[in-house]
């Protein structure tokens, strides 16, 4: 009788396994993250805000979520192109990065909207953090080509409460903040005001 004998370099296998693992887990980093900000994206960041939504309903302790945009975006898009317009949200993403506490969530809501989830935070205290990020960014000095461009956010702050329904009820009310910073002439901080 003849026995065949197969013999396994493991070592190739446990490298290409481990090779494997490592795309995965870059693949998984890369559907979870804005490339061009390197936040997290809208989807895995609103599934961190639904998460911490349910933390405050068991534990009660105050949390705060942030919304906040840059000030005529689209102009800085129509007069110095799309490039100087994503060197602008690069920009105020690194300084956003900056601020952050290990606890912070970051991420890019969508085009030049940016929302935080500042856990065990009261509105108070979110505004704090609120108004030196804005300082930060209006004293910002973007680079483009030849250029030096010049922006400023404004920032909604929705403290978490019993009385809401649901996280996106929550998000909902960090962006009617968010629109009155708008209408009172941007580059300001506002904390939604129930109006009960």
Request: with cysteine; net charge negative; glycine share 6%.
């Amino acid at each position: 009788n003849d026995i065949a004998m197969i013999i396994y370099d493991v070592t190739d296998i446990d490298a290409n396994r481990k090779a494997l693992e490592k795309a995965n887990d870059e693949r998984e980093m890369l559907s979870l993250t804005d490339r061009l900000t390197e936040l997290n994206n809208r989807g895995y960041w609103e599934d961190c805000l639904m998460q911490e939504f349910r933390r405050f309903q068991r534990y009660q302790t105050a949390s705060s979520v942030v919304m906040f945009d840059i000030d005529h975006f689209k102009q800085v898009n129509d007069t110095y192109g799309h490039q100087a317009g994503d060197q602008v949200i690069r920009e105020v993403a690194r300084v956003l990065r900056e601020n952050l506490r290990d606890t912070d969530i970051a991420g890019r809501y969508g085009g030049e909207e940016f929302g935080v989830i500042l856990s065990n935070t009261d509105a108070q205290s979110a505004r704090v953090f609120c108004e030196r990020l804005r300082k930060q960014v209006a004293a910002l000095e973007v680079e483009h080509e030849d250029l030096t461009i010049n922006i400023t956010v404004s920032l909604g702050i929705s403290q978490s409460d019993a009385g809401t329904p649901a996280y996106t009820d929550w998000l909902e009310q960090a962006d009617q903040a968010l629109y009155a910073s708008k209408q009172g002439g941007r580059n300001q901080t506002r904390i939604f005001q129930s109006s009960e």
